[in-house]
Structure formats: structure tokens, C-alpha cells
């Protein structure tokens, strides 16, 4: 197995995750904070697809979904553009909310999307460009997209248990 189709799976096993955290949750569920510091599924899903969005964008030299497909507009936030949720105070992850899990899905669709075209034609050692030179040692396109899945993997397990704690209410 080739490394892009080990990134394009473990990518794939996040959109499986997303969907089983959002799947079936009404508004209330998913805005819900099970107490006033901390996140909501909402907030977990918006801010790493952002993260998705904003990095795999600035590595393949791409724009955001976000701000090309308008999903500020759709999602009427009232938060900066380029807002991923990075050090949100509880008062910001309380206006990161939605009027339906599609939206949130869909948003998260078309960053997955965007992320499968472009791990399709990445070649072994495109692994080794580096992306950030902002770090020390610099960071590699392969570092970048390990370090993504990382966040994602970590935020989604915080949906799914925001989820059944939820649901167990």
C-alpha cells in the first residue's frame, strides 16, 4: 500500500466518524454544551473541519472551501473569515451553532472532498516538501497532513462522546 492510499483511508475512517457523531442529532443535540466551558458537537465538527480546510488548503497551494464555497454566509456565524476556532473562548464556541446537521455535514463533505482530490495526486516524495517553515524544525507536507488527522481524530472521539453522553441524559 502506497502512503497516499494509507492518508486517503485514515481520511475516509474520519468522514465514517463525522457522520456517526452528527447522524440522527436535532439542533438542540447538537448545539448542546454539557456545561458552559466546554464544546459542542457543533463546535467539535465546524473547528476540525476548518483545521482540515485551512491547512490541507495552505499545503496544497488550494483555496478554503469555506471562503470559495461561501460557507461563512451559509453558516452566518458572525466570526472573522478565516476563523478555524483556534483558542475560542467559551463565549465563541457558543455562537458556533447550526440549524441542522446538513449543514454541518455538508460543509465537512466538500472539505473531504477537496482533501481526497488533492491526496490522489500526491507522489511519495511530495511527503518531504516543506509546508511551514514557521516551526523548528520546518514542517513537511507529510508532518502537515499526519498532524491534521491527529486533531480530527482527537475532535471527532469528542463529538462521539459529547454524543453518548448526550443521548444517555
Known amino acids: 500500500m502506497h502512503a497516499k492510499d494509507v492518508l486517503v483511508d485514515a481520511y475516509g475512517r474520519i ?7 452528527v447522524d440522527g442529532l436535532s439542533p438542540d443535540e447538537l448545539n448542546a454544551r454539557i456545561d458552559d466551558r466546554t464544546n459542542s ?3 467539535l465538527v465546524w473547528h476540525l473541519t476548518r483545521v482540515q480546510d485551512d491547512h490541507v488548503a495552505d499545503a496544497f497551494g488550494l483555496k478554503q472551501v469555506w471562503l470559495s464555497q461561501d460557507w461563512p454566509d451559509r453558516f452566518a456565524l ?3 473569515g478565516r476563523d478555524t476556532g483556534y483558542g475560542h473562548t467559551p463565549r465563541q464556541v457558543a455562537k458556533v451553532q447550526v440549524d441542522s446537521g446538513d449543514l454541518l455535514l455538508g460543509y465537512y463533505d466538500a472539505v473531504h472532498e477537496q482533501t481526497l482530490a488533492a491526496l490522489r495526486d500526491l507522489r511519495a516524495d511530495d511527503l518531504d516538501r516543506i509546508v511551514d517553515e514557521n516551526w523548528s524544525p520546518p514542517v513537511t507536507l507529510g508532518a502537515r497532513l499526519v498532524s491534521v488527522l491527529s486533531d480530527d481524530l482527537q475532535h471527532v472521539g469528542q463529538a462521539a462522546f459529547a454524543r453518548g453522553i448526550l443521548q444517555g441524559r
Open 78 to 80: 458572525g466570526l472573522p
Open 41 to 43: 458537537i457543533t463546535w
Open 15 to 21: 468522514r465514517e466518524e463525522v457522520h456517526a457523531a
